[in-house]
């Protein structure tokens, strides 16, 4: 079974299987995937029903009616922006890599209708020495996480706080990458589910004149206070502030769901303004 309504295998497997279900149009017989994704050729019905039983237990995505496999349709891409839950949310690390760098800090933000409705934040022990280079750009030393909990210990609690929640970050690959190490370190192979924006991104295609899209200078765009910068909370709160405006500006140039910011990103120059 799954360990969390909001993770997902990262089965080699799984992802071919989902793959093949996307080009089905969400739905294929138990031997077409044992075929195709498993290589077994010809298999008999029950062998392959037993088999992917037992395949797709573990993800939330999938689910076996008789004899087919079904894709779930989680409804992401069809939420309205205005309607939607999102979690801004920025981390600290013990470097650039992941792995073998680990967490020091989360700082998270719920926000919905235009406003931060709700917070989560906490010092991270990495289990690992903080290199003296990163002591000195964000201030956190092994001493304040000696008595902070591993990320085993708040596992759970952030997850709830995900919930089915979008994540927004600035320069998302990044905090995405760590964020989905640490889950794999305790819950095995599995990841977040939660798609994620980036408001990276977003700021360079909705704010192309700006000297660039650092988080200081998007914040200073939209004369936010960003007080106590490479901080895990103040970060998140910067962000979640810019992404604010952005929803605003998105809502003005017609972008009203989710499946259309993942169109903005190829497209030159429609919805900027």
């Known amino acids: 079974m799954t360990p969390y309504p909001n993770l997902i295998s990262e089965s080699l497997l799984i992802s071919e299987t989902v793959t093949l279900l996307r080009s089905f149009g969400g739905k294929a017989s138990a031997v077409s995937i044992v075929d195709f994704v498993m290589k077994i050729r010809r298999p008999d019905q029950r062998l392959a029903r037993m088999l992917v039983a037992d395949l797709i237990s573990g993800d939330p995505r999938l689910t076996l009616n008789g004899d087919h496999v079904e894709l779930k349709d989680d409804g992401y891409e069809s939420r309205e922006l205005t309607d939607t839950e999102f979690v801004v949310f920025d981390l600290e690390t013990t470097g650039a890599k992941a792995p073998p760098c680990r967490v020091t800090e989360i700082g998270a ?33 092994d001493a304040m996480v000696r008595e902070a909990p591993v990320f085993a210990d708040i596992a759970e609690n952030l997850l709830s706080f995900i919930g089915h929640s979008i994540l927004v970050a600035h320069n998302s690959g990044f905090d995405m990458r760590f964020l989905n190490h640490e889950i794999s370190l305790v819950f095995g192979k599995y990841r977040i589910a939660n798609p994620c924006l980036c408001t990276v991104l977003l700021s360079r295609k909705l704010l192309p004149d700006i000297l660039n899209h650092k988080l200081k200078t998007v914040a200073e765009h939209y004369q936010i206070d960003l007080y106590n910068h490479h901080r895990a909370a103040a970060d998140a709160y910067a962000t979640a502030h810019i992404f604010i405006n952005l929803l605003n500006k998105l809502n003005d140039n017609g972008v009203n769901d989710l499946a259309a910011v993942r169109r903005l990103g190829s497209r030159k120059s429609k919805y900027v303004r």
């Open 109 to 141: 933000y719920r926000v919905k209708n235009g406003r931060v409705l709700d917070e989560f934040k906490t010092l991270i022990n990495p289990e690992m020495p903080i290199p003296p280079f990163i002591t000195a750009l964000t201030g956190i030393d």
